[in-house]
């Protein structure tokens, strides 16, 4: 008898606490909105006459453009884990939509990190490997960038740092590719020790042979690049800017390199990034900067709210499972 009395309330307390985290969550998106809305140098009546004045075409392309592109990270970071975790493929696009969201909310991508603590403890696998993967995609990602750029450079001549960016950018893919043949069988046979952290985080960059990578690297990473570069031109060209392809894409690898600056979601670098391109392009000053603001928007807006939606049904699922999982033990 004494023990059938806490039984009910864990069995209680469990769709509490659910309750809890999605209201929780609820209020961090509308708290990430304001923010993101706070955060910029336009009012609200004026961001308001900005969305208004991109038209529904440009808003429902930037929109569906942005799920378009996380669903294309979402395949060049599974067909990299893949061969460790076996993972399906909804099941990374839930998890990259999960991290984007938290990447908006916290700053440093933030949002890659809890991923890999979430898969550690969802899976089994060790946070050392799922980070050496984790390289592997971050260094695919960028060598991606490089087959990109060298299809968009058949459209036109780009301006002269992005020829510096593009030097740059190969420059470091040479290196590491070198040094990834010259370390090949020190990694391997650490990861053949997974007694230590080095063994597991060797387990994780070596676990794709190398045709592999050079697929995920040249091929599958290259899609996020040249897909948003046509979105971010047509999301332009509805809102009265007439950009070239190779313009876009240059917009777009300076936003990306803005992401470097600790910010959540990338805001403000993002923006001021992306506004300096377009004014050496000779786009007037106020409508870059608002350009910049709403076409950002579009791609943290959706993201922000794909991520909160999954993580309030995962919460949901969680606590009906705990709840069914108690209940029979409540009653025995």
Not at 77 to 100: H, K, M, S
Not at 131 to 150: M, P, R
Request: hydrophobic share 55%; net charge positive.
């Amino acid at each position: 008898m004494s023990l059938s009395h806490p039984k009910p309330r864990e069995s209680s307390r469990a769709p509490r606490l659910g309750w809890i985290v999605r209201v929780a969550t609820f209020a961090a998106v509308v708290v990430g909105l304001y923010v993101l809305l706070r955060a910029s140098a336009l009012d609200v009546p004026r961001l308001r006459a900005g969305f208004g004045g991109m038209g529904v075409l440009a808003m429902v392309v930037g929109t569906v453009g942005a799920l378009g592109v996380a669903s294309l990270q979402s395949l060049r970071w599974w067909f990299v884990a893949r061969p460790l975790l076996g993972i399906r493929y909804r099941d990374a696009l839930a998890a990259i939509l999960v991290a984007n969201f938290f990447n908006v909310m916290l700053p440093a991508r933030a949002g890659d990190a809890l991923r890999v603590d979430d898969l550690s403890r969802r899976s089994g696998a060790s946070r050392a490997t799922l980070f050496g993967t984790e390289l592997v995609d971050f260094l695919a990602d960028k060598s991606g960038w490089l087959s990109a750029c060298a299809l968009v450079l058949f459209t036109g001549a780009p301006p002269t740092w992005m020829y510096r960016a593009l030097i740059g950018m190969a420059s470091m893919v040479i290196v590491v590719v070198l040094l990834a043949f010259l370390l090949r069988n020190r990694l391997l046979a650490a990861a053949r020790r997974p007694d230590g952290w080095r063994g597991r985080l060797a387990a994780g960059l070596t676990v794709n042979r190398p045709g592999r990578l050079a697929v995920a690297a040249l091929v599958v990473a290259a899609g996020p690049w040249l897909l948003e570069t046509p979105i971010l031109w047509e999301v332009a060209r509805a809102s009265g800017l007439h950009l070239s392809i190779l313009q876009a894409f240059t917009v777009l690898t300076a936003l990306n390199a803005a992401t470097v600056v600790p910010t959540p979601g990338g805001v403000g670098p993002n923006e001021a990034a992306s506004s300096a391109t377009l004014l050496s392009f000779g786009i007037p000053p106020e409508r870059a900067v608002l350009f910049a603001l709403v076409y950002h928007a579009t791609q943290l807006v959706p993201n922000l709210l794909a991520g909160g939606l999954l993580l309030l049904s995962r919460r949901s699922v969680a606590s009906r499972r705990d709840a069914t999982v108690l209940g029979p033990s409540a009653i025995s």
